[in-house]
């Protein structure tokens, strides 16, 4: 069943055409892989769905009914959650705080926006969050993300997509300066929304993670969708051939046939 | 956390060192000068303290949000300017006058805040524009001079700058002004959903942004806060003192401003303390009071302000370089 479904997006910035015309579908319960050299306007595309900026042309439709995203919140309402590659966290803020940042549990919720934190869920929560990501032994929820290194950032903003896990989970490069474990925690945590019905739309350049939890790959090349391929119907060498652009396995088979 | 923990990280915090500096002061003036805590001098502080007080709530707000308003020294001034003119030569009822003051501060903090969110020019150009022209608008009305002195009690005036006595001390409402919205700001900005947002939009907009945090409203709010709070500052100011005068209020910016990164607000966004604030006031209150007692010149008084605060300055760079390394 069809979850998100983008028709013609267009975006750019000044005289840059980030994206010049994007259609794609996702489907419930599948991984998709957006791939892409850099430049190639895959965080653009994907900003466009997440609500940082509204497009200039086309349409997006979630589980069929068209839907018009002007903000991050919009977003998040219909069941996008995004972590986007400039890590999106607040330094100043404890992890706990970091975790619910925008849907904060409170008290007397009537109070609007002086409603009263309820901090101790928001620790509970928050501890119970990080020990299902794996990394509770290490991290307090009290302590300041400015005190984390970048990958137990990452680590963080995960945890986070995973607490609010929507329809759909975009993440863009969430493997950037992991270690093995954490790297392999990621992974993990994308086949496991998978299987839960979620639907996850993963930016990578490790093509070798693609072929480990994606179950279709698209490839963008300057701001157009150039490729969309079923993992089981392709190899490493073809998708790599074809986000250069240059036809790698066709040379390959003519150096072989001299 | 541990709880041994929680007390080594609370007495690193800069509020804290703040804190103990301000005893220490307190201390020497004491000592030096035996008036320093007599009846007659804490009621004089304490007459004061409230009216830079109650705006260095609002600009630890909007600092730790991440911008600044340096325009406050003015609206402290242009405030009763306008109120006393629609009164004494309008003939407008106080009641109104102080409703068309609050809808002029609410005016000039909106500006202040769509200008800076919206057009993306930073604070410090915009306030300081918003600086010239308030300034300017309360000499000109005035044609640069203090208004007649306006002495009716009444309501308002009890309700701003009345005064009580407890024993031999003699206070004014104004301080009930500062502790009630010291405790209102504390709140928000430690235990309510705002001050989550505040503190995340000063340390890093995007992420705030990208969490569904309205950070362009939250900002504009705290714009018309803070120029809302000089107001009634310059009210309460003008009601004491029976009189207003359009240069009310010249330098105040820094010295609310110096008030709030003193008591260990970061400049630049993102770490906001109240508590560092209250000590921060009281901190530059006593100081200037402190210095005349024990006799420094008149003249030389900014200069021990200056080092002053330049000390605690480097003093809270130490103890946050102290912190990130351990
Ligand atoms: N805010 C912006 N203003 C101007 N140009 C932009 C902006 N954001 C992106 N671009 C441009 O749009 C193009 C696509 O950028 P985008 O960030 O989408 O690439 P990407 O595929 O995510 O690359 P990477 O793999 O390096 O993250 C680039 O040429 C970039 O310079
Ligand atoms: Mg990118």
């Given at each position: 069943?069809?979850?998100?479904?983008?028709?013609?997006?267009?975006?750019?910035?000044?005289s840059?055409?980030?994206?010049k015309?994007a259609?794609?579908?996702l489907?419930?319960?599948?991984?998709?892989?957006?791939?892409?050299?850099?430049?190639?306007?895959?965080?653009t595309?994907?900003?466009?769905?997440?609500?940082?900026?509204?497009?200039?042309?086309g349409?997006?439709?979630v589980?069929g009914q068209?839907?018009?995203i002007?903000?991050t919140?919009?977003?998040?309402?219909?069941?996008?959650?995004?972590?986007?590659q400039?890590?999106?966290?607040?330094?100043?803020?404890?992890?706990a705080?970091n975790?619910?940042?925008?849907?904060e549990?409170?008290n007397?919720?009537?109070?609007?926006?002086?409603a009263?934190?309820?901090?101790?869920?928001?620790?509970?929560a928050a501890?119970?969050?990080?020990?299902r990501?794996?990394?509770?032994?290490?991290?307090d929820a009290?302590?300041?993300?400015?005190?984390?290194?970048g990958?137990?950032?990452?680590?963080?903003?995960?945890?986070?997509?995973?607490?609010?896990?929507a329809?759909?989970?975009i993440?863009?490069?969430?493997?950037?300066?992991?270690g093995?474990?954490?790297?392999?925690?990621?992974?993990?945590?994308?086949?496991?929304?998978?299987?839960?019905?979620?639907?996850?739309l993963?930016?990578?350049?490790?093509?070798?993670?693609?072929?480990?939890?994606?179950?279709?790959?698209?490839?963008?090349?300057?701001?157009?969708?150039?490729a969309e391929?079923?993992?089981?119907?392709?190899?490493?060498?073809t998708?790599?051939?074809?986000i250069?652009?240059a036809?790698?396995?066709?040379?390959?088979k003519?150096?072989r046939?001299? | 956390?541990?709880?041994?923990?929680?007390?080594?990280?609370?007495?690193?915090?800069?509020?804290?060192?703040?804190?103990?500096?301000?005893?220490v002061?307190?201390?020497?003036?004491a000592?030096?000068?035996?008036?320093?805590?007599?009846p007659l001098?804490?009621?004089?502080?304490?007459?004061?303290?409230?009216?830079?007080?109650?705006?260095?709530?609002?600009?630890?707000?909007?600092l730790?949000a991440?911008?600044?308003?340096?325009s406050?020294g003015?609206v402290?001034g242009?405030a009763?300017?306008?109120?006393?003119?629609?009164?004494?030569n309008?003939g407008?009822?106080?009641?109104?006058?102080?409703l068309?003051g609050?809808?002029?501060?609410i005016?000039?903090g909106?500006?202040?805040?769509?200008i800076?969110?919206?057009?993306?020019?930073?604070?410090?150009?915009?306030t300081?524009s918003?600086?010239l022209v308030?300034?300017?608008?309360?000499?000109?009305?005035?044609?640069?001079?203090?208004?007649?002195s306006?002495?009716?009690?009444?309501?308002f005036?009890t309700?701003?700058?009345?005064?009580?006595?407890?024993?031999?001390?003699?206070?004014?409402t104004?301080?009930w002004?500062f502790?009630?919205?010291?405790?209102?700001?504390?709140y928000v900005?430690?235990?309510?959903?705002?001050?989550?947002?505040?503190?995340?939009?000063?340390?890093?907009?995007?992420?705030?942004?990208a969490?569904?945090?309205?950070?362009?409203?939250?900002?504009?709010?705290?714009?018309?806060?803070?120029?809302?709070?000089?107001?009634?500052a310059?009210?309460?100011?003008?009601?004491?003192?029976?009189?207003?005068s359009?240069?009310?209020?010249?330098?105040?910016?820094?010295?609310?401003?110096?008030?709030?990164?003193?008591g260990?607000?970061?400049?630049?966004?993102?770490?906001?303390?109240?508590?560092?604030?209250?000590?921060?006031?009281?901190m530059?209150?006593?100081?200037?009071?402190?210095?005349?007692?024990?006799g420094?010149?008149?003249?030389?008084y900014n200069i021990?302000?200056?080092?002053?605060i330049?000390a605690?300055?480097?003093?809270?760079?130490l103890l946050?370089?102290n912190?990130?390394?351990s």
């Open positions: 069943m069809e979850v998100l479904r983008l028709q013609n997006l267009q975006k750019s910035f000044g840059v055409r980030a994206l015309s259609s794609f579908t489907n419930e319960g599948e991984v998709v892989a957006l791939l892409g050299d850099n430049g190639a306007g895959k965080s595309l994907i900003k466009a769905i997440s609500g940082v900026f509204p497009v200039d042309r349409d997006i439709y589980r068209k839907v018009s002007r903000s919140r919009d977003a998040m309402d219909l069941g996008i959650e995004t972590i986007h400039d890590t999106s966290l607040a330094p100043d803020l404890s992890i705080r975790l619910f940042l925008g849907r549990p409170v007397l919720k009537w109070l609007g926006v002086f009263p934190l309820d901090l101790a869920q928001l620790r509970d501890s119970a969050l990080l020990k990501v794996g990394i509770s032994k290490k991290l009290d302590a300041l993300v400015s005190t984390l290194s990958g137990e950032r990452q680590s963080i903003a995960i945890s986070r997509a995973m607490q609010f896990a329809k759909v989970i993440l863009d490069e969430p493997t950037n300066n992991l093995v474990e954490e790297t392999h925690g990621v992974l993990r945590f994308v086949k496991e929304v998978r299987d839960a019905g979620h639907s996850v993963l930016i990578t350049h490790n093509i070798h993670h693609v072929f480990q939890v994606a179950d279709r790959i698209i490839v963008m090349r300057r701001g157009e969708i150039v391929q079923t993992v089981a119907d392709t190899d490493l060498l998708v790599e051939s074809i250069t652009g036809d790698m396995s066709a040379l390959l003519e150096t046939a001299k | 956390m541990p709880r041994a923990k929680r007390r080594s990280s609370l007495i690193r915090s800069p509020q804290f060192s703040s804190l103990v500096i301000l005893i002061l307190l201390a020497v003036f000592i030096a000068d035996a008036n320093f805590l007599s001098n804490i009621s004089n502080m304490m007459a004061f303290l409230p009216e830079l007080g109650i705006i260095a709530l609002g600009m630890t707000l909007l730790t991440g911008e600044f308003d340096l406050v003015a402290f242009l009763p300017v306008v109120v006393m003119l629609l009164v004494q309008g407008v009822d106080i009641g109104v006058a102080l068309a609050l809808v002029l501060c005016a000039i909106a500006i202040n805040g769509l800076v969110t919206k057009i993306g020019i930073s604070s410090f150009l915009v300081l918003m600086l308030v300034r300017g608008a309360a000499l000109y009305i005035t044609q640069g001079f203090p208004l007649k306006w002495d009716q009690p009444g309501f005036v309700l701003l700058a009345g005064s009580f006595s407890i024993g031999t001390f003699r206070f004014y104004s301080l002004w502790i009630g919205l010291s405790l209102l700001a504390v900005l430690r235990y309510a959903k705002l001050g989550n947002w505040i503190s995340a939009i000063g340390s890093n907009r995007n992420a705030a942004v969490r569904g945090v309205p950070a362009d409203a939250v900002k504009i709010w705290l714009f018309i806060l803070t120029s809302v709070l000089a107001g009634l310059g009210m309460i100011s003008a009601f004491r003192i029976s009189a207003a359009p240069v009310a209020g010249t330098g105040y910016e820094l010295e609310v401003i110096a008030m709030v990164v003193v260990g607000t970061a400049l630049t966004g993102g770490r906001g303390t109240i508590f560092g604030t209250i000590v921060g006031a009281l530059l209150r006593s100081i200037r009071n402190g210095i005349v007692l024990i420094v010149p008149g003249l030389a021990f302000v200056g080092v002053i330049l605690m300055l480097i003093l809270h760079a946050q370089k912190a990130a390394r």
